[in-house]
């Protein structure tokens, strides 16, 4: 077993252990992030890698709500943007320490902006110079971000639900009771993965998604670079129509989610339509008809906007076959450091010659 795929099947239980520290050990700090939040004019929400897809779940209850919010890559807000005078910037790292997270907190305190932060690293940079820090208070994944960012996406749902005044006394056992009906679906899902030709070392892969399962959508790409070290691609099922479309070829390979209530009828005739040119289409989501796509992966029922925290595992197990297929190591990083300390180039020596560079001018 990979300790990716390890990784992965220990997730429920482990975002289960997540989810009753923040309600219990960390109520006050949610209860501080929300008040600093409502009590401000503009709010940016901010991460980058795994931590940026997590915000992006995050985001969705501020948007349904009605409640404005920035949403912005990390490194995007550092060198393109400035914030506005009495601002509240939300930062999701899960190691505090990513070298566009420590700049992005020193702009934040020049300008005089309150930090909220979201991470595991209760004695990083983040944490310790934020106003209010929610962290997830569990291992780090062995490698690519797994757990890391599923309890990252929990953690800034939450925040964003309390501040939204999306959230009630039984959100936890209403998750409980989802995290346990995956442990005891995943099994079931791993088969069929496993079992399906879905999964292909070479063929091209799209994910589109809706809502909030645009994080899972975003994350499953990383996870086919990082993990499987294949290209893949990640946008709206709405925008894939808007001339996207064009490059459908018979044996492409889509992953699909299902929103808990909206489009569906639509959605199913895109899947429809995808497998009607060739295609072949993995369906995730909650109450599928049943035969639809090539691979279908039901979901169990999660709150309303809940979706995101588990709708993600069975990409995850996709991800995990196909660096099996491809041959390639799943648990180990060919370019990428853990932590990414520096914003020039990718191989080592070219980041140690740049930054000689640099000293000199």
């Given at each position: 077993m990979t300790n990716f795929l390890n990784d992965i099947l220990k997730q429920p239980e482990e975002l289960s252990r997540s989810l009753r520290f923040l309600l219990e050990s960390e109520n006050a700090?949610?209860?501080?992030?929300?008040?600093?939040?409502?009590?401000?004019?503009?709010?940016?929400?901010?991460?980058?890698?795994?931590?940026w897809n997590a915000a992006i779940a995050g985001a969705s209850f501020f948007h349904t709500a009605g409640y404005p919010i920035i949403l912005i890559e990390a490194s995007e807000l550092l060198h393109f943007s400035n914030?506005?005078?009495?601002?509240?910037?939300?930062?999701?790292?899960?190691?505090?320490?990513?070298?566009?997270?420590?700049?992005?907190?020193?702009?934040?305190?020049?300008?005089?902006?309150?930090?909220?932060a979201i991470t595991n690293s209760p004695e990083s940079p983040l944490a310790l110079q934020c106003d209010a820090s929610i962290c997830v208070d569990l291992a780090f994944d062995h490698a690519v971000s797994v757990t890391m960012y599923?309890?990252?996406?929990?953690?800034?749902?939450?925040?964003?639900?309390?501040?939204?005044?999306?959230?009630?006394?039984?959100?936890?056992?209403?998750?409980?009771?989802?995290?346990r009906a995956v442990g005891r679906d995943l099994?079931?899902?791993?088969?069929?993965?496993?079992?399906?030709?879905?999964?292909?070392?070479?063929?091209?892969?799209?994910?589109?998604?809706?809502?909030?399962?645009?994080?899972?959508?975003?994350?499953?790409?990383?996870?086919w670079e990082e993990a499987g070290k294949a290209p893949a691609s990640a946008m709206s099922t709405g925008g894939f129509r808007h001339g996207p479309q064009e490059i459908v070829t018979p044996d492409i390979r889509f992953c699909l989610w299902l929103d808990q209530l909206s489009l569906r009828a639509e959605d199913l005739m895109v899947a429809d339509d995808l497998r009607k040119l060739g295609a072949?289409?993995?369906?995730?989501?909650?109450?599928?008809?049943?035969?639809?796509?090539?691979?279908?992966?039901?979901?169990?029922s999660s709150p309303?906007?809940?979706?995101?925290?588990?709708?993600?595992?069975?990409?995850?197990?996709?991800?995990?076959?196909?660096?099996?297929?491809?041959?390639?190591?799943c648990d180990s990083l060919r370019y990428c450091s853990y932590i990414v300390e520096d914003e020039g180039g990718i191989i080592q020596e070219t980041k140690k010659y740049g930054s000689e560079i640099r000293q000199r001018h």
């Open positions: 700090h949610l209860e501080k992030a929300t008040s600093i939040l409502r009590q401000a004019p503009y709010v940016y929400l901010t991460g980058i890698g795994a931590s914030l506005a005078p009495g601002s509240v910037l939300v930062i999701v790292s899960r190691s505090g320490r990513s070298i566009e997270i420590v700049n992005l907190v020193d702009k934040a305190r020049n300008d005089g902006v309150r930090i909220v599923s309890a990252l996406a929990m953690a800034t749902g939450l925040v964003a639900a309390s501040t939204a005044g999306k959230i009630d006394e039984s959100i936890g056992s209403s998750l409980n009771e989802t995290l099994a079931l899902w791993r088969e069929k993965i496993e079992n399906s030709d879905w999964t292909s070392a070479d063929s091209p892969v799209y994910f589109l998604a809706r809502g909030a399962s645009l994080a899972s959508c975003h994350e499953a790409r990383l996870l072949r289409v993995m369906l995730i989501g909650e109450r599928l008809p049943a035969p639809t796509g090539d691979l279908d992966i039901p979901l169990p309303p906007g809940w979706q995101f925290l588990v709708d993600i595992i069975p990409a995850q197990l996709a991800a995990e076959r196909l660096a099996r297929l491809r041959g390639v190591d």
